[in-house]
């Protein structure tokens, strides 16, 4: 059965600091792998996405995801948060069809 | 693009009654739908699958009966929770997704509070 580990439900940064958040799967497969955002009040949206090739994937807003097969890990990177970062982020791992979510991470950015 | 709209974001129902959840894609067709129920401080737990045309899949433990799923249409799936019941108040998520593309687009969620 897959899985999905965040390994931090609550994270506090200040307005420019960097910011990594972990992601850890089982999965017995070809995997995909997605980061989701839900800023507060709106529905989730696709921050990247890894299928295939390189496994430094860029996102939007500054996001960028590395996908390390070894360590079966997927772990989420911005170098400068900002503000308007704050959201809860989940990582999601899939075949074609079904996605596992993992419990998410609160990302609170004071300015 | 890609835009799925859930409606209605929030209901209040008595027990007993039964509630139904609609989602739509608005701009591309949704050969796959997908419905959610997310617990207060947990992850998206997976409720079932549906492809247009065609029966839903349940997950493991989702009553079938309870949570009547439709995907009539390219555009649209309903949720029905009959015969509601408080502990079945829950935020419930649906995504799509279109033929070919393994993205999923989500809704804005309905928060369902039974009384």
Redesign the interface.
């Known amino acids: 059965a897959q899985s999905?580990s965040q390994h931090n439900?609550h994270v506090i940064l200040s307005e420019a600091a960097s910011l990594e958040l972990g992601c850890n799967y089982s999965y017995g497969g070809t995997v995909?792998l997605?980061w989701?955002v839900q800023y507060p009040g709106?529905?989730?949206?696709?921050l990247l996405?890894y299928?295939s090739g390189d496994p430094l994937v860029k996102g939007i807003k500054g996001f960028e995801a590395e996908f390390i097969k070894s360590k079966f890990s997927f772990n989420l990177r911005k170098p400068s948060v900002q503000w308007s970062d704050t959201a809860e982020y989940?990582c999601a791992v899939?075949g074609?069809?079904?996605?596992?979510?993992?419990?998410?991470t609160m990302l609170l950015v004071s300015p | 693009g890609a835009v799925v709209s859930q409606h209605p974001s929030r209901v209040i129902c008595k027990s007993g009654t039964s509630v139904k959840i609609e989602c739509r894609s608005l701009d591309f067709q949704a050969t796959t739908m997908f419905w959610y129920r997310q617990f207060p401080k947990q992850s998206l737990m997976l409720m079932a699958t549906s492809n247009e045309g065609s029966k839903a899949t349940y997950e493991q433990g989702v009553e079938k009966d309870k949570f009547l799923i439709n995907h009539a249409s390219l555009t649209l799936s309903t949720l029905t929770v009959t015969s509601a019941h408080p502990e079945d108040s829950s935020f419930y998520i649906c995504s799509a997704k279109g033929q070919g593309k393994n993205i999923q687009y989500f809704g804005a969620g309905t928060r369902l509070s039974v009384l």
């Open positions: 999905v439900h995909n997605f989701y709106q529905h989730l949206q696709l996405k299928f989940f899939g074609y069809s079904t996605l596992t979510f993992g419990k998410g």
